[in-house]
């Protein structure tokens, strides 16, 4: 595989942005309502880490595990590595797996003192 052009790392920085930003806010929406709805930090802790939780789980059960390492179709696979037994490294996707669960915990975290403070200010 030839290492990207330019067009495409922009492409990939563009894309890698949005997918973040929407991310964030998803769990800020979330943290939010937990708080809108009267919880305290744990509250509003929980419910943003459990949207980052779900996406986590989703992305490694279903897209890491299901599609790419188990059913393997044809559009996963980069052209000139088809058989490679990277395709079924089922511990590598844990590994990442873990690596957004501290991922999540760490923005969550960030997130709910966020919010919980900037609400406290607003009383």
């Given at each position: 595989m030839p290492p990207k052009t330019l067009t495409e790392k922009r492409l990939s920085?563009?894309?890698?942005?949005?997918?973040?930003?929407l991310l964030i806010a998803l769990l800020v929406l979330a943290a939010l309502s937990a708080k809108a709805a009267h919880q305290g930090f744990a509250?509003?802790?929980?419910?943003?880490?459990?949207?980052?939780?779900l996406f986590n789980l989703v992305d490694w059960l279903i897209l890491d595990w299901l599609i790419v390492c188990t059913i393997?179709?044809?559009?996963?696979?980069?052209?000139?590595?088809e058989g490679?037994?990277?395709?079924?490294?089922?511990?590598?996707?844990?590994?990442?797996?873990?690596?957004?669960?501290?991922?999540?915990?760490?923005?969550?975290?960030?997130?709910?003192?966020?919010?919980?403070?900037?609400?406290?200010?607003r009383q």
């Amino acid at each position: 595989m030839p290492p990207k052009t330019l067009t495409e790392k922009r492409l990939s920085s563009y894309w890698a942005a949005v997918f973040l930003l929407l991310l964030i806010a998803l769990l800020v929406l979330a943290a939010l309502s937990a708080k809108a709805a009267h919880q305290g930090f744990a509250g509003v802790f929980l419910s943003a880490f459990g949207v980052g939780f779900l996406f986590n789980l989703v992305d490694w059960l279903i897209l890491d595990w299901l599609i790419v390492c188990t059913i393997t179709p044809a559009f996963v696979v980069i052209p000139g590595t088809e058989g490679m037994a990277g395709y079924k490294n089922y511990a590598r996707h844990f590994r990442g797996f873990l690596v957004g669960m501290a991922i999540s915990v760490v923005m969550a975290v960030l997130i709910a003192a966020l919010v919980v403070s900037v609400y406290v200010e607003r009383q």
